[in-house]
């Protein structure tokens, strides 16, 4: 079964809008890390985020920021005016200590930032 | 500090062979672990070594196997290449494997013809 689920395959957006990319995950263990990457063309995948289970808090960072919510299990991830550089797959990651702490992402979710 | 290097960043072989992916993590970091990216089962975990001992594996065939050295290299092999095994093989490191960072690597894109 899927655990970590991004419903948004694509999304595509004018430049300066804001963007919200959705992360909903499965999980029994109670410490648990969540975690955000982003995958330009290159194929580098990009560390952005990691957020433990107990820090509900959200946080931002210049233009991105992401709201955490454990009562409907979601982690989910916006862009604030929206450059074309934001363009890339984003991937949603959750690490339990259940799987031995491998990271198990979602299917990604392609965002296409047009001019 | 020097990032995640792989080699070679792409490789084209014939089904039935086998092939040896590489990896060097950043700078002090012990914990390697391998992802699979492919467009229909998308990122995959592999396996994951700490100090030259696997410590964790995912669920793929036997014919997939690592290891990793004294100085925290890592490399893959895949024996008996099958034509669904290309892939994009993405390696990452963290300081010590759990619930730390991992900084991946810019993969080795392996297409099996």
């Known amino acids: 079964a899927q655990k970590v689920t991004q419903a948004q395959t694509e999304i595509s957006v004018v430049e300066k809008e804001d963007v919200t990319l959705d992360c909903v995950y499965e999980?029994?263990?109670?410490?648990?890390?969540l975690f955000w990457y982003k995958q330009p063309p290159s194929g580098e995948l990009v560390f952005l985020i990691r957020?433990?289970?107990?820090?509900?808090q959200n946080e931002i960072s210049g233009r991105y920021s992401w709201n955490f919510q454990k009562s409907t299990s979601s982690f989910n991830f916006t862009i604030t005016a929206s450059q074309v550089v934001d363009s890339a797959v984003y991937f949603c990651?959750?690490?339990?200590?259940?799987?031995?702490?491998?990271?198990?992402f979602g299917k990604g979710t392609s965002l296409l930032v047009t001019p | 500090k020097a990032g995640v290097t792989q080699t070679p960043r792409y490789l084209i072989k014939t089904r039935g062979q086998q092939v040896t992916l590489s990896c060097s993590p950043i700078?002090?970091?012990?914990?390697v672990s391998w992802y699979q990216q492919t467009p229909g089962q998308g990122l995959q975990f592999l396996f994951e070594?700490?100090?030259?001992?696997?410590?964790n594996k995912g669920n793929f065939p036997g014919r997939f196997s690592g290891r990793q050295f004294s100085n925290s290299r890592s490399e893959m092999n895949v024996s008996t290449l099958e034509l669904g095994d290309s892939a994009l093989y993405l390696c990452?490191?963290?300081?010590?494997?759990?619930?730390?960072?991992?900084?991946f690597g810019p993969g080795t894109r392996l297409t099996v013809t």
């Open positions: 990452a490191s963290s300081l010590a494997g759990g619930f730390d960072e991992q900084y």
């Open positions: 999980t029994r263990d109670t410490t648990y890390y």
């Open positions: 957020r433990n289970s107990f820090d509900e």
């Open positions: 990651a959750l690490s339990e200590a259940s799987s031995g702490y491998a990271l198990n």
């Open positions: 700078s002090g970091h012990r914990s």
């Open positions: 070594y700490f100090s030259e001992t696997q410590r």
